[in-house]
């Protein structure tokens, strides 16, 4: 199995809706977000992914947030903006830009990975 990783951070600021303590108020964080793409074979020229394609992807959707008010935007003025969902939705954000299964069916998304800070970080896997 291949695995490649990308990362990129932004900053936000984001509250927690039903939270009880201080993160239920407007606070930011510089986040850092990490896509792991895995497949079980290369491309032709010896490339699981692009790393180029992989970063243009993630970085537009972290465009979408970079130095937002988080809960403002859908689909976090709905979802609470913990890093859970925001990890989630980058995976979706991914599915939608890499089409891994379709246009590339020789990758899937394995994980994506938000730190809020250094030492906080939330994991989707599909």
Known sequence: M????????FAAGHALRGYKGKCENVHGHNYRVQVIVE?????DIGLLVDFGDVKK???????YLDHRFINELPPFDVVNPSAENMAKWFYEQMENGLKPGGEKPHIRIQAVKVWETDT???TYRP
């Open 2 to 9: 291949f695995e490649v990783a990308v990362h990129d951070t």
């Open 57 to 63: 992807v993630l970085r537009a959707a972290m465009a």
């Open 39 to 43: 497949g079980e074979k290369l491309d």
């Open 120 to 122: 906080a970080v939330a």
